[in-house]
């Protein structure tokens, strides 16, 4: 890894000195097992007015980095070596990696000099201050105003963030405020003392795309009217090509390759960042399994005919008279942002929640026709044998106090299938199947990777031989490299089980990758539904655009945001909600 | 907000009612009434009472009427006149017995509350922020030897120790010159020189219950990301802990505000009886054993409405403190 840290400083840097200068930054994590290095001999810099992108999957110290800038990492972290070097306008250099974590010098820098923005702007907030008092608060702290001259401020702070009606927005607090705004709010704090650098740690990652591409458009433009530096922590390499200057790459705390974002994306020099952005590029197509397949034969009966689906929350209408039907063999990719009814109509199908009105008409093996909608009892635990779903929360969705081959085989015990022996045996093979190794179903899913998790949820909902699997958002919560491994198992096990799926997802990527047919949900209703193909490339209902639009494309020469639009419902808004 | 006070005020009314007559009911299930009682304890300083003598005491009080009469006559005295009978025992008005007690009850309650809470809060931080440190061992140890020993017996122990090591006068809350004595300046000094020990005794064991919660709801919200947030705007560390987590960890105590009104008055009774305390706590558990029942209904009546206003202040001051709850 050194030979590419030794390129640094690059040419461009020598002339000016750069903002900020990270030099071989060492941060470790003592543990019970030893000492854990989670930022290991990283070197990097950032210069004046410039976007610096930090990418890498989950796990690759990305954060930490972000963190130590600050000296605000989680306890029991710390700078172990190295320096961080801030250039100030007058001259004078201040090494923060030197700084007493809880002493002035560094809390006169936070806030001030650097500013951060999270990932999660709600818990980032506090729930019971106002998010004026949370801006005021760095006013009066680093710049000395006063509780009115503070206020005055903060007012025309939200209102740069474009928060409509900031003078009574400012008295709010961050739960009444929707996502998209808390985290404008979260960055109106962050740009009060007009700070040099700003670190945004997956800001965007929490927000659905079209709130994305404004927030990143946001950014971008109080970049270039402040003059600001960015430091922009991402997973997503889509993110990376439409808004780095530079880009760093980083695995397991060690940086595989750092240089301007046309030479990370057009010319990748080291093994993983080339794999990085071949998966996310192999996202942008369909899938080779499903190229081999012959065309889907369309004029079969469907296996689950949906008409007029209703559910209602009180007043809420989270699902509202949809029709769709899923072909036997078929992938529906069911598409949406959040708030669009997919997940309700993911667990209404699964009979999790009863149906306001509509009809599920399910056609059992033999033939004969049932509508899920109104069954209960033995029918619907019959039905429910059929009918498995994949959960997206790797993590939750797995008893951590029962071991691999006990969440695998229970459906099989409780239906009453299989036991002892056989029981064990049909565990193994369903580990095989799913790619996983049966020696290790003894152990509890935390000795599991993310993806791992993920398969084991997977072999869970093959294991009673459905017809039809339910994946809600089954892929969201893993890194690009092991999203398509996951997606690829999905479509062998489709082609040796003969499976339909109901693909839940709000990445149109992953939709284009694995989906015959693609429904997309706006608001509790149906807009669209199509050839995957004809809608993620070329939509007919505007929202669709709008959403097809918002997405970022992985390539950094392929950056008009012009073309970009938000949609708005025609027939006006409704309800006067206005914060929400 | 004013709607729903109302409201819960309204609600409190029949709650109240159907207390107060489970409680008359109660008090009287066990075999015999006052008399009984009355006569037994004659009996064991050798007086005789013949069944006339009983019959009539028990024409006087009314103990012979149904007890549904008995009630009604009862609630009606508290509805109309705020009259909450007479005290078999004492012969003196019920109420008159209660505020007699309550005042020092209360300054004795008050006094171990703000003694508890004073000591637990910056202990409960305390030990919460500096985790696994040698402090948080000293203070985990001290609430574990809190928790564990019985309050009589910190009691006895202290009482011993105070009137044998220090010649203390202890035992009640004045000195005999005081006891009858009209309030001064030298009563109250009195008061304050035999409150310390009682408070201490009370204060130990809430004082490391407190402490367990104080430190388990602050580790909850220390590593929440709004704390991170404050602390990259550059606010000390001793300002942000104040104002972010503490103020968020805070709010589970307000619950108990609930509990701690009925607790003024039937809480710490052993305490009060080994040091001998002129508090309400020995005075229901006298009265219940006599079947003193206007006396024990009163107490039982006080205690609940003591309960459901501890309740509904506890509510409000949530939403108060709590935009979530006061907004959502």
Redesign the interface.
């Known amino acids: 890894m050194t030979d590419i840290l030794s390129i640094a400083p690059r040419p461009s840097m020598t002339a000016n000195k750069p903002l900020l200068e990270v030099r071989n930054l060492v941060t470790e994590f003592p543990l019970r097992t030893g000492i854990f290095r989670a930022v290991d001999d990283l070197s990097f810099s950032i210069e004046q007015g410039k976007t610096l992108c930090v990418v890498g999957e989950s796990g690759s110290g990305k954060s930490v980095t972000a963190r130590s800038i600050l000296q605000i990492i989680d306890s029991p972290g710390r700078i172990a070596s190295g320096s961080i070097l801030l250039h100030q306008p007058d001259g004078t250099s201040l090494d923060l990696a030197k700084l007493d974590p809880r002493g002035r010098a560094i809390r006169s820098v936070r806030g001030r000099d650097i500013a951060m923005i999270f990932q999660e702007p709600m818990s980032s907030l506090s729930p019971v201050h106002t998010v004026g008092d949370q801006i005021t608060e760095a006013l009066r702290l680093h710049l000395k105003m006063g509780k009115a001259e503070a206020r005055a401020e903060a007012i025309s702070l939200l209102r740069q963030v474009e928060i409509p009606n900031p003078e009574k927005a400012i008295d709010r607090y961050a739960f009444q405020y929707s996502g998209g705004m808390r985290q404008r709010a979260m960055i109106a704090m962050a740009l009060a003392c007009k700070p040099q650098l700003l670190i945004a740690d997956e800001p965007t990652t929490a927000l659905d795309v079209t709130t994305q591409a404004e927030i990143l458009d946001l950014i971008s433009r109080l970049q270039k009217a402040h003059g600001m530096a960015v430091l922009f922590i991402t997973h997503d390499m889509g993110v990376v090509a439409q808004i780095a200057d530079d880009v760093l790459v980083m695995h397991h705390g060690v940086a595989k390759e750092y240089g301007p974002v046309e030479q990370i994306f057009h010319s990748p020099q080291d093994p993983y960042t080339r794999m990085l952005i071949g998966s996310v590029l192999k996202l942008e197509q369909k899938a080779e399994i499903r190229l081999a397949r012959p065309p889907l034969d369309t004029t079969a009966a469907p296996l689950l005919d949906i008409r007029n689906l209703s559910m209602h929350f009180g007043d809420m209408k989270a699902l509202d008279d949809v029709s769709i039907s899923l072909l036997p063999g078929e992938t529906l990719g069911i598409v949406g942002e959040s708030g669009s009814g997919k997940t309700t109509m993911g667990r209404s199908i699964m009979r999790l929640y009863d149906p306001t009105g509509g009809e599920m008409r399910y056609r059992r093996a033999d033939g004969t026709v049932l509508d899920l909608a109104k069954i209960g009892g033995a029918e619907l635990k019959a039905a429910r044998r059929e009918l498995r779903m994949v959960f997206q929360d790797p993590f939750g969705s797995l008893n951590p106090r029962m071991t691999v081959s006990q969440v695998i085989g229970e459906p099989l015990l409780v239906n009453g299938i299989a036991r002892g022996k056989d029981l064990d045996e049909r565990v193994c093979h369903l580990m095989e199947q799913v790619g996983l190794d049966p020696t290790t179903r003894e152990r509890y899913p935390h000795a599991f990777s993310g993806g791992q998790r993920q398969r084991i949820g997977i072999a869970r909902a093959i294991t009673l031989n459905p017809r039809i699997i339910v994946a809600d958002e089954a892929t969201s919560a893993l890194d690009v490299s092991v999203r398509f491994q996951v997606l690829d198992l999905l479509m062998r096990l489709q082609d040796d089980l003969g499976l339909a799926y109901i693909f839940i997802s709000h990445d149109i990527g992953v939709i284009r990758y694995m989906c015959d047919r693609v429904g997309v949900m706006y608001r509790g209703k149906l807009v669209e539904v199509g050839e995957a193909d004809k809608v993620c490339n070329a939509p007919d209902h505007p929202y669709t655009q709008a959403l097809i639009s918002a997405i970022p494309r992985p390539d950094p020469r392929d950056r008009d945001h012009s073309r970009r639009f938000r949609y708005t419902e025609p027939d006006a808004v409704k309800n006067g909600s206005s914060a929400r | 907000m004013l709607k729903f006070v109302i409201k819960r005020l309204f609600w409190m009314i029949p709650s109240l009612f159907a207390v107060s007559f489970l409680a008359f009911v109660l008090i009287q299930l066990p075999p015999g009434d006052f008399v009984t009682t009355y006569i037994a304890t004659l009996a064991s300083s050798n007086e005789v009472v013949d069944q006339n003598t009983a019959a009539q005491l028990r024409e006087r009080f009314g103990l012979d009427q149904p007890m549904l009469v008995q009630y009604l006559k009862w609630i009606w005295g508290i509805v109309t006149r705020g009259d909450f009978g007479l005290s078999f025992e004492w012969q003196q008005p019920v109420s008159g017995l209660i505020w007699e007690r309550m005042a020092l009850t209360l300054v004795l309650a008050l006094a171990s509350l703000i003694a508890t809470w004073a000591l637990a809060l910056p202990i409960g931080v305390y030990s919460a922020v500096k985790k696994y440190s040698i402090g948080d061992y000293a203070f985990t140890a001290f609430t574990f030897f809190g928790l564990s020993i019985p309050s009589f017996l910190l009691a006895l122990v202290l009482m011993y120790v105070a009137a044998v090591e220090f010649g203390q006068d202890v035992g009640g809350l004045f000195s005999s010159q005081y006891e009858t004595a009209p309030w001064s300046i030298g009563k109250m000094y009195d008061l304050l020189t035999h409150l310390w020990l009682p408070v201490a005794i009370l204060a130990v064991s809430s004082t490391a219950s407190l402490i367990r919660v104080m430190r388990a709801n602050m580790l909850d919200e220390l590593?929440?990301?709004?704390v991170?947030?404050?602390?990259?705007?550059?606010?000390?560390?001793f300002r942000l802990l104040v104002?972010?987590p503490l103020?968020?960890a805070l709010n589970p105590f307000i619950s108990t505000i609930a509990w701690l009104l009925p607790n003024l008055i039937s809480g710490s009774v052993v305490v009060a009886i080994v040091l001998n305390l002129p508090t309400a706590a020995p005075l229901l558990l006298q009265s219940l054993m006599a079947q003193d029942m206007y006396l024990a209904g009163a107490f039982v009546l006080l205690i609940c409405a003591l309960t459901l206003i501890g309740s509904l202040i506890s509510d409000i001051l949530l939403a108060l403190?709590?935009?979530?709850i006061r907004?959502?």
């Open positions: 590593p929440k990301p709004y991170t947030t404050a602390r990259a705007k550059g606010l000390s560390e104002k972010y103020r968020i403190v709590d935009p979530r907004l959502e």
